[in-house]
């Protein structure tokens, strides 16, 4: 069964993340063009900790949030030291944040609003920042999440290695929610096999080239014909069929066929 919309490929989620410590961002990334205008509210120095990608054909938005980068001598690493010694609420308080909220903000206004739907993902540091700001989203996707075992939410899907040092406190967190939801785990932990010991390597947005390229993560819509209902539902297609009436399954009326439908 094929997926459409809301769910996002793995090599999709590569890209964009990869995209994302680039300078100067790029206009184009996959069919979705840059909101350069939301964007430049992110702007730090002159590089954008959050990127807004739209599809006018999908009406698709993709929020991407940058991990921590090295500009102005590396002072982004001061939120991470912020959120380890001080927590969420003190997180809250930084311009990274603040920052990366009035992005999430312009795009609620902007597009979700007016229907469009709406995929934040992060990496790292971003996906402390998906976390927090992705509620509203169709799909937050985290990518090695700095974490310290924050609750996760129903939209919310992390994919670490499992040698990834900075997203390891997330895995009690999911421990806990497999136990309590056997599903859970399968649908929205993806643990990547480590190929290293190396902390940088398997921390990389290109460990996600390990997985199939077009593995669905996140939350789509099933999609099948609809003679296969019945099978997908394990019922007889005659379940189907109501008291006088049989499906018309090119949609052209609906008559079925006795005297008092000829009239109509």
Known sequence: MKLYGGSITANELMVFLKESYEDPAKPEILGYVLDEKISMKSMMKRQMTARVYVNEALKKVM?????????????????????????????????????????????????????????????????????????????????NPASKSESLGKNEYIVRSE????????????????????????????????????????????????????????????????ESIGFVMNLPMEAYKLKGYVINQVMEGGNCGCKSCDKY
Not at 85 to 110: C, E, N, S
Not at 178 to 195: E, F, G, M, V
């Open 63 to 143: 929020v991407v949030h940058r991990g921590t980068g090295m500009e102005m001598y590396g002072s982004d690493w001061l939120n991470n030291i912020v959120y380890g010694t001080a927590g969420i609420m003190a997180y809250k308080l930084t311009p990274r944040y603040r920052r990366a909220k009035a992005v999430q903000d312009a795009v609620h206004k902007k597009y979700k609003s007016n229907k469009w739907e709406v995929n934040t993902i992060g990496h790292s540091q971003g996906s402390l920042i998906s976390h927090l700001l992705g509620t509203r989203s169709k799909n937050s996707i985290g990518f």
């Open 163 to 226: 040698a990834d040092a900075v997203s390891a406190l997330s895995v009690p967190q999911k421990m806990m929610n497999q136990t309590l939801y056997p599903n859970w785990s399968d649908k929205h932990y993806i643990t990547i096999k480590a190929q290293s010991n190396d902390p940088i390597k398997e921390h990389s947005p290109d460990i996600l080239a390990r997985l199939p390229p077009d593995k669905k993560i996140g939350k789509g819509m099933p999609k099948f014909p609809l």
